[in-house]
C-alpha cells in the first residue's frame, strides 16, 4: 500500500493500488481535474482572438477543407500559416460545430490541457505510485507558463499533450517490452512534427535511451523494436509533407516561412537549423544570431538562461528541485535491475529536462519565453516523483540532506523570482522565505509523524505558492498577440539590435531606451523594443472581437521604408494593426469591406498576416497576407499581384501593414508602391484603404 507519508525504502514497482489507495486517489484525481479544468476555462474568453494569426487560420480552415488541409490563412489559400496545421485542425473543428467566437476557438486547448495533466499523472503512477502521479498533475497545472498556453492558440498546448501521450507510451512499453508501445510512441512523436517540426524532436534520445537501457526483451530485439518507433515517427510526420511537396505549387497555397515554397526549406531553415544557430530567412529581425557573448533580442545564451526574468517566472520554480531528485532518485536506484521501472522513468524526464532545457538555453536564433512549456511535464513529473522518493528515504541521512538542499534551493529559487515584481503580492515572498528557511531546517532531521506532516505541508507551500499566484494572474489577465507571458511584468528584459528608437518608442523620459509596452502598457521588458511578454489585455486597450485588444498602429505606408513602429496609436479601434497584434476594425471598415465582399476572391490585402488577420476575423471573409507573418515572403510576387488585380479578385489594399520585411526592396514593399502610384487612397476611419478595381 502507498501512502503520501510512508518512510520505507521504494520498490522497484509501486505496488498495485489498494481499496485504501482508490478510495482517495480517484476522487483526489477527479478534483485535480475539474479545478484543473474550471480555472483555464476562468475568464477565457478575455484573450479574444488570443494570436490573431492562427485565429485567422482557423476562420479559414473552418469554411475551406482545402485551407484546413494545408494550414492556410486565407480561405482563397494565398498562404500558409508557417508551422504545420495539426494545431489548427482541432480548432478548426470546433468553430465548424460551434460557430467562430473565441471560446470555440480556445476551449479545445483547454481540454488538451486538462488530458495533459491526466496523462502526466497516470504516467508518473505507474512506477512511482498514486501520490507521485497526483503531485506531478498538479505541479504541471500551476506551472504559470502551462496556464498560459493551455488557454492560447498557440500550437504548443497540442504539442505538450502529444510529447506527454510519447512519454506515457514510452512507459508502456518499458513496462511489458510490446512493440506496439514503440510504434505508437513512433506515431505521436511523427504528430508533434505536424504540430510544430523539429521541436518535438527534443524528446525522442530521452525516449530511446529509456528503452534501450531499460526495456524488457534482449538488446537485439530492443533495437530493432526502436528502429520501428522511428519507421512510425517518420510515417507519422511524412504523409503530410509527401502531400504538400508533390502538391503542384500552382494549385496550393505558399509554404509561408519559407523562401523557396517548400515545406522542407520551413522545416530545416526558419523553423529547424536556423533556431539553433541563429541562421533565419525570414526572421522577425534582421540578423537573428546573437552577437558575440551571446546577448542578443532573444536574451542571453547560456545555462542560467531558464532563469532569467524573461523565463524565470513561466519555469524556473521548480527546476532545482527536480535536477536534486533526478540525481538522488537515480543514487536510490543504483543497485536495481537494468529493467528498473522507476530508473528507467528518471531517464526519460530526467533527460527530457536535460537535453530539451539545455537547447532552449544554448540557442542563438528565435527564443520566446513561452517555449519553455515543454519544459513543464518533465519538471512536474521529477517533482512529483522525487517528492515521494525523497520522503519515504528520508531515514537516511544524506536523502534528508538531499531534500532539504532541495527545499532550500526551491525557496531560494521562489525568493528571487517573486522579488522581481515587488509590487506583485508583496508579503508572499516573505512568507515564502520564512517557510521556506523553517521547512528546510525541519526536513533535516528526524521527527515523528505529526511534526513530518507539517513539514511537508510547509514544503508544499514554498514549492506551489509563487507558481500558484502566478497562475491565478495569469488566469485573471487577457493575453493576446504573438509573444504572450505569463504572470506579472517584471524587470530585465532584452535589448533587440535594431538600435535606438527602431519601433518608435521612446525612453521613460522620451530618450531611446525605453520598454515597450504591450496592449495594457506594462507587459513587457524593460530595454527592449519588442514586446516580450505580448499584449496583455487588461488595462487602457480598447477591446476588439470578444475582447481581443485593439492596436492602432502605425506601419509603413505604401511604398515607405524605415524600421516598423509596433506601437502605434493604442486603444482605438480601426488601424491595420502590427507585426505582432492584429487590430480591431472598426464598423465602418467593416462595412465598407463587406459591401460586396462575396463578389472577389479576396475582399482586401494587406502587408503581413497579422495586419490581415483582424480584418479577416471581423468580415469572415478572405484577406490576403502579402508577406506572410514578417511580411517577407516572396508571395505574391508583385506579377502575380497585378494579375490578381486585372482579373479582378481583390477589392482594397489596406495600407499601413508592417514587419521587418516590409520595407525596402521586399516583394511586399514593390507591391505597396505599386498600389500607391496607381490607385487613389482613401481614409475611412483612420484607415487607409485604396479600391483596386477603380482607376487603374
Known amino acids: 500500500m502507498t501512502t503520501l507519508i510512508d518512510s520505507r525504502p521504494t520498490a522497484t514497482v509501486a505496488e498495485p493500488p489498494s481499496k485504501r489507495d482508490i478510495r482517495w486517489e480517484y476522487p483526489a484525481l477527479a478534483v485535480l481535474l475539474i479545478v484543473t479544468a474550471a480555472a483555464y476555462l476562468c475568464n477565457l474568453s478575455s484573450s479574444g482572438w488570443a494570436n490573431s494569426f492562427y485565429s485567422a487560420a482557423v476562420q479559414a480552415g473552418s469554411v475551406s477543407w482545402k485551407a484546413f488541409f494545408f494550414g492556410s490563412s486565407d480561405a482563397a489559400n494565398s498562404i500558409t500559416v508557417d508551422k504545420p496545421p495539426a494545431s489548427l485542425w482541432l480548432m478548426e473543428l470546433s468553430v465548424r460545430a460551434f460557430g467562430l467566437n473565441s471560446w470555440s476557438i480556445l476551449v479545445p486547448e483547454v481540454l488538451l490541457g486538462v ?32 496556464a498560459l498556453m493551455f488557454r492560447f492558440n498557440n500550437p504548443d498546448a497540442l504539442l505538450v499533450f502529444l510529447m506527454v501521450a510519447a512519454a506515457w507510451a514510452m512507459t508502456r512499453a518499458v513496462a511489458d517490452g510490446r512493440t506496439r508501445w514503440l510504434v505508437l510512441t513512433g506515431v505521436l512523436i511523427g504528430f508533434g512534427f505536424l504540430t510544430k517540426q523539429l521541436q518535438v524532436l ?49 494549385s496550393r497555397p505558399w509554404i509561408g516561412g519559407s523562401h523557396t515554397n517548400s515545406i522542407l526549406d520551413l522545416t530545416l531553415g526558419y523553423n529547424g537549423l536556423g533556431r539553433l544557430n541563429g541562421n533565419e530567412r525570414g526572421s522577425v529581425g534582421p540578423g537573428g544570431e546573437l552577437p558575440a557573448g551571446g546577448n542578443g533580442m532573444w536574451g542571453s545564451a547560456g545555462i542560467t538562461r531558464m532563469f532569467e526574468p524573461a523565463q524565470g517566472g513561466q519555469i524556473a520554480w521548480l527546476i532545482p528541485a527536480a535536477l536534486v531528485a533526478l540525481v538522488v532518485g537515480i543514487l536510490l536506484r543504483g543497485k536495481a535491475a537494468r529493467t528498473d521501472q522507476q530508473r528507467a522513468a528518471l531517464v526519460l524526464w530526467g533527460g527530457w529536462l536535460l537535453v530539451t532545457g539545455l537547447v532552449f538555453s544554448f540557442m542563438a536564433g528565435i527564443f520566446h519565453q513561452y517555449y519553455t512549456v515543454a519544459l513543464a511535464p518533465a519538471v512536474a513529473a521529477l517533482a512529483g516523483a522525487g517528492a515521494v522518493l525523497l520522503w519515504r528515504g528520508r531515514h537516511r541521512l544524506w536523502v534528508r540532506s ?86 506579472p511584468n517584471v524587470g530585465g528584459g532584452h535589448r533587440p539590435p535594431w538600435g535606438e528608437g527602431a519601433f518608435g518608442m521612446n525612453g521613460p523620459d522620451g530618450g531611446p531606451g525605453g520598454a515597450m509596452p504591450g496592449a495594457d502598457g506594462r507587459n513587457s521588458q524593460p530595454n527592449s523594443r519588442i514586446p516580450i511578454g505580448g499584449g496583455r489585455t487588461d488595462g487602457g486597450s480598447a477591446a476588439g472581437p470578444n475582447g481581443a485588444p485593439g492596436m492602432r498602429g502605425g506601419g509603413i505606408t505604401p511604398g515607405g521604408g524605415g524600421a516598423p513602429d509596433m506601437q502605434g496609436d493604442r486603444g482605438q479601434d480601426g488601424g491595420p ?23 472577389y476572391t479576396w475582399v482586401a490585402a494587406a502587408v503581413g498576416s497579422n495586419s490581415a488577420a483582424g480584418f479577416q476575423l471581423a468580415t469572415e471573409l478572405p484577406v490576403m497576407p502579402i508577406g506572410g507573418f514578417n511580411g517577407s515572403d516572396p508571395s505574391p510576387t508583385l506579377d502575380q499581384f497585378q494579375q490578381y488585380v486585372a482579373e479582378g479578385k481583390i477589392h482594397y489594399f489596406i495600407g499601413g501593414g508592417r514587419g521587418p520585411g516590409s520595407s525596402g526592396t521586399s516583394t511586399s514593399a514593390q507591391i505597396a508602391q505599386w498600389v500607391q502610384e496607381n490607385f487613389t487612397a482613401v481614409e475611412v476611419d483612420g484607415v487607409t484603404m485604396y479600391d483596386l478595381t477603380v482607376g487603374h
Open 577 to 599: 494593426g502590427n507585426m505582432l497584434m492584429a487590430s480591431k476594425p472598426s464598423d465602418q471598415v467593416v462595412a465598407k469591406l463587406e459591401q460586396n465582399g462575396s463578389d
Open 202 to 250: 527534443l524528446v525522442v534520445p530521452a525516449l530511446a535511451l529509456t528503452y534501450l537501457i531499460a526495456g524488457p526483451p534482449k538488446l537485439g530485439k530492443r533495437i530493432w523494436q526502436l528502429l520501428a518507433a522511428g519507421a512510425a515517427m517518420i510515417a507519422g510526420a511524412s504523409w503530410w509533407l509527401l502531400i504538400v511537396e508533390l502538391w503542384p505549387a500552382s
Open 402 to 487: 538531499a531534500l532539504a538542499l532541495a527545499v532550500g534551493l526551491t525557496t531560494a529559487t521562489a525568493w528571487m523570482l517573486l522579488s522581481r515584481s515587488a509590487s506583485f503580492v508583496p508579503w508572499l515572498r516573505w512568507a515564502v522565505l520564512v517557510v521556506g528557511v523553517i521547512a528546510t531546517v525541519a526536513v533535516a532531521f528526524p521527527a515523528p509523524r505529526k511534526l513530518a506532516i507539517g513539514s511537508a505541508l510547509a514544503v508544499a507551500f514554498v514549492g506551489l505558492a509563487g507558481p500558484v499566484a502566478y497562475t491565478v494572474d495569469t488566469i485573471a489577465t487577457g493575453h493576446a498577440g504573438a509573444i504572450p507571458s505569463a504572470g
Open 115 to 146: 488530458a495533459s495533466v491526466a496523462l502526466l499523472w497516470a504516467t508518473v503512477r505507474r512506477p512511482f505510485g498514486p501520490a507521485a502521479g497526483l503531485l506531478a498533475g498538479l505541479a504541471l497545472t500551476v506551472t504559470p507558463v502551462a
